[in-house]
């Protein structure tokens, strides 16, 4: 299996960038689709944005479209997300996740977690 480590986070004020950084070790990192999720207080996790195994394909929450990137480098095992004009609602623990599948959005399908990344955005 696969063992994920984030970072990257912290504190910026609106309409910053902050990029996120998902390093992976254990077993072949192109084997997994990779994604980012994110949970705020009192709410439930949600989808950020998704790649494929070989990151061809990507997919991203239509409340992040213009303003975050999601990216991989299969040659280093890290997944990043760059995220640009940063707003008091993106404020989350953003978390990276692998799945066995080529490519995939749902959570469910999700099995390998990191342990969280705090990002909190400041009006």
């Known amino acids: 299996q696969v063992q994920l480590v984030e970072s990257g986070g912290g504190l910026v004020q609106a309409g910053g960038s902050l990029r996120l950084s998902c390093a992976a070790s254990g077993r072949t990192f192109s084997s997994y689709s990779m994604a980012w999720f994110r949970q705020a207080p009192g709410k439930e996790r949600e989808f950020v944005a998704a790649i494929s195994r070989t990151g061809s394909t990507t997919s991203v929450a239509n409340s992040v479209k213009g303003r975050f990137t999601i990216s991989r480098d299969n040659t280093d095992n890290t997944m990043y997300l760059q995220m640009n004009v940063l707003k008091p609602e993106d404020t989350a623990v953003y978390y990276c996740?692998?799945?066995?599948?080529?490519?995939?959005?749902?959570?469910?399908?999700?099995?390998?977690w990191g342990q969280g990344a705090q990002v909190t955005v400041s009006s």
């Open positions: 996740a692998a799945a066995d599948n080529s490519f995939a959005v749902a959570i469910s399908l999700y099995k390998y």
